[in-house]
């Protein structure tokens, strides 16, 4: 995935409430950097080293005076010089010092006076820790990446980009746990361009955790939030199905039939649901629907076909129970079983004709040779499964 890179800008000026009432030391850290800042904007930051060299032993000054050492001003300029200087030379422990000014100058800025350098300076540290995601992201190195984007965020909070690229960071590490809480944050902003690609992808990573009871809660979560997305609808259904919750699925994949009837996975699932709760008649007719929309379905010719054996199979047990049958009525209905199973061949053989060494298809075919008392057939499927191992 390629992340887009914004384009940032670091604070335009100190605002024109600070020319007022200051000492000489504040003023003249604001001069400097001023000047500093308009030659960085103009392409030509070398030119600036000067300047901004001049504004840092002014401030630094400035926050040690006893008149100014609890101003709030003194310190939003300090957060501005020092967020720079750490931005261009890479400097966290001067980036950590801006942070750290920020929070001084709001604590003693009881009137808000200052509140709009304050923002630029934030500005300043969320775009040098954006650039810096961005720049490890590209270079594949998604733990920094992941550390970046957050950081980013401790200066613009709830920002739904960063809190994207910081959970897709943290998945391609393969960190699961901080992917999906970066996700989950962002469940309720539907508002968000990729929020339907969000919420499709939480089932998948708390699969990724084992975890299938919250698998299924989110998959089933993202199909109420986009009814009419087949995509997600389906991905519902797969889940609950894969993870054994076909009773409750069941009316679901039925109106998603009849919203896509031309779907033969959703016809597959829906044997798959009838299947397991034992209706295999039902179960045996929606293979074959499947199949009607795709003959080389191969894992409908194969659920098809062992979902007739069970069928007769159960025919059978019943008929083995029944004791009030004569030998004659009973070899007779035998013949009847045996002409039931004979169309299991054919599904079988489709799968085995496309591909040869599929175990489950030469199975098949051998369960249906057996109970036709086809031996030599079944003898030679048999070698076949022997030479597989």
């Known amino acids: 995935m390629n992340i887009k890179k914004g384009i940032i800008f670091t604070a335009i000026f ?16 604001q001069t400097n950097y001023q000047k500093y800042y308009e030659v960085k904007q103009a392409g030509t930051p070398q030119l600036g080293a000067s300047y901004i060299s001049a504004a840092k032993e002014a401030i630094d000054a400035a926050v040690v005076h006893e008149k100014t050492k609890e101003s709030a001003e003194a310190w939003a300029i300090y957060s501005l010089v020092y967020g720079n200087l750490g931005a261009d030379n890479n400097d966290a422990d001067l980036l950590a010092k801006a942070k750290d000014a920020i929070a001084t100058a709001r604590g003693l800025d009881k ?71 970066k996700y989950i944050s962002l469940i309720d902003r539907k508002d968000y361009s990729e929020h339907k690609k ?48 076909t009773n409750g699925i069941l009316d679901e994949l039925k109106s998603q039939i009849e919203k896509e009837p031309t779907n033969k996975t959703l016809y597959f699932y829906l044997g798959i649901a009838e299947a397991s709760l034992n209706n295999n008649q039902k179960a045996f007719e929606a293979y074959k629907k499947a199949l009607e929309i795709d003959p080389n379905y191969l894992d409908a010719n194969i659920n098809a076909g062992v979902t007739l054996i069970n069928t007769i199979k159960d ?20 013949g009847e079983l045996k002409e039931k199973v004979k169309p299991a061949e054919q599904f079988f053989l489709k799968v085995v004709e496309a591909e040869p060494k599929n175990e489950s298809g030469l199975k098949g075919l051998k369960s249906v040779y057996d109970f036709l008392q086809l031996e030599d057939k079944s003898k030679e499927v048999q070698a076949k499964l022997d030479a597989l191992n």
């Open 111 to 181: 009137e808000k006076k200052n509140e709009e350098n304050l923002k630029n300076s934030e500005h300043n540290l969320y775009a040098y820790n954006f650039n810096k995601g961005v720049g490890a992201w590209e270079k594949q190195d998604f733990t920094t990446a992941y550390n970046s984007f957050n950081d980013a965020l401790n200066f613009m909070p709830g920002d739904t980009t960063l809190t994207y690229y910081a959970g897709i960071a943290a998945v391609q590490n393969k960190d699961y746990e901080k992917g999906l809480a």
């Open 198 to 245: 969000i919420v499709k992808d939480i089932p998948n990573l708390y699969l990724s955790l084992n975890d299938t009871t919250n698998a299924i809660k989110y998959a089933g979560m993202a199909a109420k939030m986009y009814p009419d997305d087949n995509e997600i609808a389906n991905q519902n259904i797969n889940y609950n199905i894969a993870l054994g919750n």
């Open 14 to 29: 100190v605002s024109a409430g600070s020319l007022f009432a200051q000492t000489g030391n504040i003023k003249k850290a």
């Open 315 to 334: 025919e059978l047990q019943v008929l083995n129970s029944n004791k009030t049958l004569s030998n004659s009525q009973y070899n007779t209905k035998i």
